[in-house]
């Protein structure tokens, strides 16, 4: 049986970086942001942190964050822009973007646009 979350990880995860990090001189690792996950209760229980760093590497690609340094697994991050909430009328899910990103949901199952 597989594990399906209440709220896509890439949501999750832009909501953690928009309520911990959002600060432009803030650095915060990938190891962070899987603790605050795995508090939260809503990803798969036998998840390590490498199986979110796609999820990170797609806040990266998307121009959100970008990779400051790296040791091992531990992928230090940036934000390039203070993160927006903003909502999606179209999965009716609150989303957290940068001004300069693209305004598509970052919902995967969604990517409507904003």
Request: proline residues 5%; glycine residues 2%; hydrophobic residues 35%.
């Amino acid at each position: 049986m597989s594990f399906t979350p209440t709220v896509p990880i890439e949501l999750q995860i832009r909501k953690i970086i928009f309520e911990k990090f959002n600060d432009v001189d803030t650095v915060f690792t990938n190891d962070s942001i899987f603790e605050i996950l795995k508090e939260n209760g809503d990803i798969e229980s036998s998840w390590i942190v490498d199986d979110i760093e796609s999820f990170i590497n797609g806040i990266c690609d998307s121009g959100l964050a970008r990779n400051v340094a790296q040791n091992f697994t531990t992928i230090h991050l940036k934000l390039f822009e203070p993160v927006e909430k903003t909502h999606c009328n179209s999965c009716n899910q609150d989303i957290y973007l940068s001004p300069s990103e693209d305004k598509i949901c970052p919902n995967p199952s969604c990517k409507s646009s904003i």
